[in-house]
Structures are given as structure tokens and as C-alpha cells.
């Protein structure tokens, strides 16, 4: 890229990490736009599921400017708490830095009141990528589902386990491969928290039967 030519990053994903970007970037005057597939913000479901920001991820939070709107989001996760179903013991183990606990929709919806506004930031709902190509002369040529295209001078893969960005660039997918094992789960959201049972921190708890190969880990959701 020359010197004189000004960046025009392109991100692809508009999740926490997406954002998150695009908002540190926009701190030091780097303008980007932010392309995402889905036409709205996530909303709680089934697929959501819980985030806990520890130290490291607080510090970019707070690198980016976010850390204090995040905190007043989030739910404080001071400790783990392990319980034995079959003693109905409880153990308790303090975390050495204090994590805040989000569901993703909630976090997302955090770092979209930074970004909203911004000059530096454009977000672009509803415009999924589907592969990226590298032009002698115009650069990357980013396309959309709609095969329309923008052009960047950088582009960057927050799109997911399954990213165009990442699949459009067969050398750098060889650095490594992604595997799928067989499992399953089963997800429940209980309206009540246990009486008695503190909110500040996530379960671990190990099943009545020492012979299952489940074990259940339960967390509270802000909301």
C-alpha cells in the first residue's frame, strides 16, 4: 500500500470481536466498515450463550474506551463455585481478577452504543461476505452475498469458525485446521435463580451419579 494512500479496512462480523476492533481502530483514526450478514442484532435464544470478560479481555475493553460501559452491562463473576450434586457440598474458589458476565446478544448490543455515531465507523447490517480477492491494481475486492463488492485496503476476518475471509486465503487456512468432534448437549434456561445460591460467579456442578459423563455448568444472565 503506498504511504500517501489512507487505510480503509473492511470487517467482516459484527460481533463482540468485530466491534471491537473497529472501535480501537476508530480510537486512533483509522476509519472501517463493519459488514454483517444478519439484518438485526442477535436476540436471547437457545443458540445464545454465556460470556465471562476476564483480565485480558478487559483490557482491551478498556483500550477501546468500553470497559466501564461494559461493566455497568454485565454481571460481576467474582468466583467459581464447584457443587457436588451427591453431598450437596458447595466449594468456593475467588478468581484473582474479577470477570463481568454477559450473554452475547447483551454484549454486542454493549459495543454497538460505542459504535453508533462514530465517524470513523460504518456498520453495515443485512451485507454478508462471501469471499475476498486480491486485485494487481484495485487491491482486496471484498464481495457480498448480493455479488456486489466494496474495496479495502485491509481486510479482516471476525466472521466466525466458518469464515470467507479466512477461506478465501488458502495459504493462511493451512496454518491450521478446524476439526469437528461428535458431542451433544442439552440446554436449559431456568427463569429463577436457586434460592440461596449467590450471582456473583459460575457453577460447576458434578452429578449426583459418579458415573455420568455429564456435569452441568450453570451461570445467571443479565439482562
Not at 90 to 99: D, E, I, L, S, Y
Amino acid at each position: 500500500m503506498p504511504s500517501s494512500e489512507e487505510p480503509n479496512v473492511i470487517i467482516a462480523g459484527a460481533g463482540p470481536a468485530g466491534l471491537l476492533i473497529a472501535i480501537m481502530l476508530a480510537d486512533i483514526g483509522v476509519k472501517s466498515t463493519v459488514l454483517e450478514r444478519s439484518a438485526k442484532p442477535d436476540q436471547w435464544s437457545t443458540k445464545s450463550y454465556t460470556i465471562v470478560i476476564g483480565e485480558r479481555g478487559q483490557a482491551s475493553l478498556k483500550r477501546g474506551g468500553c470497559l466501564e460501559s461494559a461493566a455497568s452491562f454485565g454481571m460481576p463473576r467474582k468466583f467459581v463455585y464447584f457443587f457436588d450434586g451427591k453431598s450437596g457440598e458447595r466449594k468456593c474458589m475467588p478468581k484473582k481478577v474479577q470477570g463481568i458476565g454477559f450473554s452475547r446478544p447483551l454484549l454486542v448490543e454493549c459495543l454497538e452504543k460505542n459504535v453508533i455515531g462514530n465517524a470513523n465507523i460504518t456498520l453495515k447490517r443485512g451485507s454478508g461476505v462471501s469471499k475476498v480477492t486480491i486485485d494487481a491494481e484495485d487491491g482486496l475486492q471484498v464481495y457480498l452475498d448480493d455479488d456486489s463488492f466494496v474495496s479495502g485496503t485491509h481486510v479482516i476476518g471476525a466472521d466466525g469458525k466458518w469464515s470467507k475471509v479466512r477461506q478465501s486465503f488458502p495459504s493462511l487456512s493451512k496454518q491450521g485446521k478446524i476439526l469437528t468432534c461428535p458431542s451433544f448437549g442439552v440446554h436449559m434456561v431456568a427463569s429463577t435463580f436457586p434460592v440461596g445460591w449467590p450471582s456473583d460467579g459460575t457453577y460447576v456442578i458434578r452429578p449426583e451419579n459418579e458415573n455420568s459423563l455429564f456435569y452441568i455448568i450453570a451461570s445467571p444472565i443479565p439482562t
